[in-house]
């Protein structure tokens, strides 16, 4: 058995990487405050910015990023796990990547996960997202130790792919990360929903540190933050859209005894999809 305070960052990105480091130093020196040992911040953390020159000109490479050597000074500095949720990286060949950081107690670099799904949609009420207009797709799985229980990683709309959660878990991840910018309105139709079925179909803890409230640039977030316990319990929310810090305790003995209850993981079998006049479609069991 191994418990661990976990939180999650709520935040309202606007434009300016400056403003937003700023806000994400003081809600991580918050969360250390009630005794957090890692700490999500949101998807975007860095910057929230539609316009494609502005866009351009607000972000740079890792190695000069202001938000990533935040997150690495104050993961040194305070002791502890700070995991950006993501934040846009300018790629050697000139891409962005929506990228996730892990930063460990002694500021090192420990894990980076590109967002795999992008989010391409038209909602309702002319509710229109094209991601891939503005980042390259990640395409691998990264699941990291945090000393008390290993991480799956995942940002926003992988949330709607449990394949990704699924493989993560098998792998052994006891905590799953969803940091996300989940708009209002399919936040307001799905976002508890899908947390709790990662949380109960993987058997893990599932921590999403959110974005919330109108944005600098006009978009609008749906908020509420949670972290989740393997049986689908909410142990913690930010029940609103402002800035603020959830906590939670995790213990990994919650997992094992989840996954012993219900023991899916090593249950799925392999199977095929027959139809009438048509060759078999394979399914994994994974």
């Known amino acids: 058995m191994t418990i661990m305070k976990v939180a999650a960052v709520q935040m309202r990105s606007g434009t300016s990487p400056e403003r937003n480091a700023a806000d994400m ?20 953390t860095g910057a929230m910015v539609r316009d494609e020159e502005a866009r351009a000109a ?39 990547a929506n990228r996730a950081l892990l930063f460990s107690p002694q500021g090192e670099r420990v894990a980076a996960y590109d967002k795999i799904h992008m989010f391409d949609v038209d909602l309702d009420n002319g509710e229109s997202w094209r991601e891939s207009s503005a980042y390259e797709p990640g395409t691998e799985a990264i699941v990291a130790d945090l000393g008390a229980a290993k991480l799956g990683f995942a940002i926003c ?4 792919f449990p394949q990704l959660f699924r493989t993560e878990a098998l792998a052994g991840a006891e905590i799953l ?10 936040g307001e139709a799905h976002w508890h929903v899908l947390l709790r079925a990662r949380a109960i179909e993987n058997g893990a803890f599932v921590v999403a540190a ?14 509420h933050s949670l972290i ?32 012993a ?12 999809l027959a139809t009438a006049g048509a060759p078999l479609l394979r399914g994994a069991a994974s």
């Open 177 to 186: 990360s969803v940091p996300a910018a989940f708009t209002r309105q399919t």
């Open 25 to 44: 130093e003081r809600m991580v020196r918050e969360a250390v405050r009630q005794g957090a040992a890692y700490v999500q911040t949101p998807e975007v």
């Open 228 to 259: 989740v316990d393997p049986w689908g319990r909410v142990l913690a929310e930010a029940d609103h859209d402002e800035p603020g810090v959830i906590v939670a305790e995790v213990d990994t003995a919650a997992v094992a005894a989840a996954r």
């Open 58 to 96: 607000a972000f740079t490479s890792e190695d000069k990023d202001l938000v990533v050597a935040t997150a690495r000074r104050l993961a040194r500095e305070l002791g502890i796990f700070v995991h950006i949720g993501s934040t846009a990286i300018l790629r050697p060949d000139g891409k962005l």
């Open 210 to 223: 959110a974005q919330g409230g109108r944005h600098e640039d006009g978009r609008e977030t749906y908020g």
């Open 157 to 160: 709309y992988d949330v709607r």
């Open 261 to 272: 209850k219900i023991p899916n993981l090593k249950n799925a079998r392999e199977f095929a």
